[in-house]
């Protein structure tokens, strides 16, 4: 640590918004260096997840799940099929979509990134006891639950009835 650490402004360290921003800075920046050594970044990882989590999608229905930018996820779908890690396939019930599948060797880099994972998270959260993270967990999904909401089901716009 520095021999004098940066102070945070004090009106901003009340705030949950810029605390949950820094804590994200630091938990993509923590992750992103474990997953290196693997060729992979954090998005990548998030795919690869969903993809074992869920079974196979649609690169729009990963693009809503992960709230990512489509141009974004066809970089990282690129990647990650030319690494052979998932398939991209015509969708048999709609031709204009494609279907991503997990291969065997996203299912096996998987096993290793968790891992990464939770030495990033020992790192970043070893302050907290086991109740504290899972509170954290606990509260954080809910606070990403109700964005997810706001987002994927916006309230109408305008006054008129």
């Known amino acids: 640590m520095p021999p004098n650490p940066p102070v945070r402004p004090p009106s901003l360290v009340t705030h949950p918004g810029y605390l949950a ?7 993509t920046r923590l992750l992103g260096e474990e997953l290196a050594d693997h060729g992979v970044r ?4 998030a795919v690869l997840a969903t ?4 079974g196979p999608q649609c690169q729009q229905d990963l693009c809503d799940r992960l709230d990512l930018d489509k141009s974004h996820m066809v970089a990282f779908v690129d990647d ?3 690494m052979g890690h998932l398939s991209r396939t ?3 019930d709609d031709r ?12 096996a880099l998987l096993v290793e990134l968790r891992a990464a994972q939770r030495r990033y998270e020992a790192s970043l959260f070893g302050d907290l006891d086991d109740d504290e993270r899972a509170q954290l967990t606990a509260l954080l999904a809910r606070v990403v639950e109700s964005a997810d909401d706001r987002r994927l089901n916006p309230a109408p716009s305008g006054g008129t009835a």
């Open 51 to 54: 993809l074992e989590d869920l």
């Open 96 to 107: 204009r979509r494609h279907r991503l599948e997990l291969a065997p060797s996203g299912s």
């Open 42 to 45: 954090p998005h990548h990882m």
């Open 90 to 92: 015509r969708d048999p």
């Open 21 to 27: 921003a820094q804590v994200a800075k630091s938990a």
């Open 80 to 82: 990650l099929e030319g």
